[in-house]
C-alpha cells in the first residue's frame, strides 16, 4: 500500500495568511494526487485534483503543485471559510485507494 | 445537481451484517465509479471499495474478507453490505462518486450515515 503523510498535523493561522500543508507519498505516484476540504460534520469537498488542477466552483486562493512524492496545498490568504481540515488522496496504486492523515487548519 | 443519501441501520450489535444503500438522483450512474468511504469518529479517511458502472468492483485488502458492493442501475442505488461488524467499524459510512477521468477523484458525496457497533 501507498502510505501518505500529511504535515504539519494541525495548525493555527490568521485570516489573510498564506498557508501551506504538505503531502508526501511513501513511493512515486507521479501527479495522481487530490485534495479535500472537510468541516465539522460534513462530507469532504473536493478541492484539487491531478496534482494542481482547480476543480469547478473552488475559489482561486487554492491552489496544488507536486509531483513524484511530494505535493503542497496553498491557500494564498486564508478565508474565515476555510477554518477546516484538509486531507490528501493517492490514486495512482489501487486497491487500496489511500489517504493522508489530515491537516487541521484552526484560527489563531 | 447530483445528489447522493445514505439510508441504513444507526446501531448495531457485534457479528452482524452491516446493510447500507445510496440513493444517487439528479444524474446517471454510468460511466462513474461508485465507492464507499468511512470515517471513524475523530479520525481520518479509510477507502471501502468501490463499483464501476459496468460492475466490476475493487476493495481494499484490508477488509476485503468481509465486504461487498453492488449496484442497482433501475433503481440508481449502490449498496454495501459488512459481515461480522465489530466495535471497530463504528464510523460514518460515506457514498462517493468517482470520475472515471484518470484520478480517480471523488467530486460528490452523500452528507454520511453514521453506523454504531456496540453490544
Known amino acids: 500500500d501507498i502510505q501518505m503523510t500529511q504535515s504539519p498535523s494541525s495548525l493555527s493561522a490568521s485570516v489573510g495568511d498564506r498557508v501551506t500543508i504538505t503531502c508526501r507519498a511513501s513511493q512515486s505516484i507521479n501527479n495522481f494526487l487530490n485534495w479535500y476540504q472537510q468541516k465539522p460534520g460534513k462530507a469532504p469537498k473536493l478541492l484539487i485534483y491531478a496534482a494542481s488542477s482547480l476543480q469547478s466552483g473552488v475559489p482561486s486562493r487554492f491552489s496544488g503543485s507536486g509531483s513524484g512524492t511530494d505535493f503542497t496545498l496553498t491557500i494564498s490568504s486564508l478565508q474565515p471559510e476555510d477554518f477546516a481540515t484538509y486531507y490528501c488522496q493517492q490514486s495512482y496504486s489501487t486497491p487500496p485507494l489511500t489517504f493522508g492523515g489530515g491537516t487541521k487548519v484552526e484560527i489563531k | 445537481q447530483v445528489q447522493l443519501q445514505e439510508s441504513g441501520p444507526g446501531l448495531m450489535k457485534p457479528s452482524e451484517t452491516l446493510s447500507l444503500t445510496c440513493t444517487v438522483s439528479?444524474?446517471?450512474?454510468?460511466?462513474?465509479?461508485w465507492s464507499w468511504i468511512r470515517q471513524p469518529p475523530g479520525k481520518g479517511l479509510e477507502w471501502i471499495g468501490y463499483?464501476?458502472?459496468?460492475?466490476?468492483?475493487s476493495y481494499n485488502p484490508s477488509l476485503k474478507s468481509r465486504v461487498t458492493v453492488s449496484l442497482d442501475p433501475s433503481k440508481n442505488q449502490l449498496s454495501l453490505r459488512l459481515r461480522s461488524v465489530t466495535a471497530a467499524d463504528t464510523a460514518v459510512y460515506y457514498c462517493?462518486?468517482?470520475?472515471?477521468?484518470?484520478?480517480?477523484?471523488?467530486?460528490?458525496w452523500g452528507q454520511g450515515t453514521l453506523v454504531t457497533v456496540s453490544s
Open positions: 463499483i464501476y458502472y459496468s460492475g466490476s468492483t
Open positions: 439528479g444524474g446517471s450512474i454510468s460511466s462513474y465509479y
Open positions: 462517493a462518486r468517482g470520475r472515471d477521468s484518470g484520478w480517480f477523484d471523488f467530486d460528490y
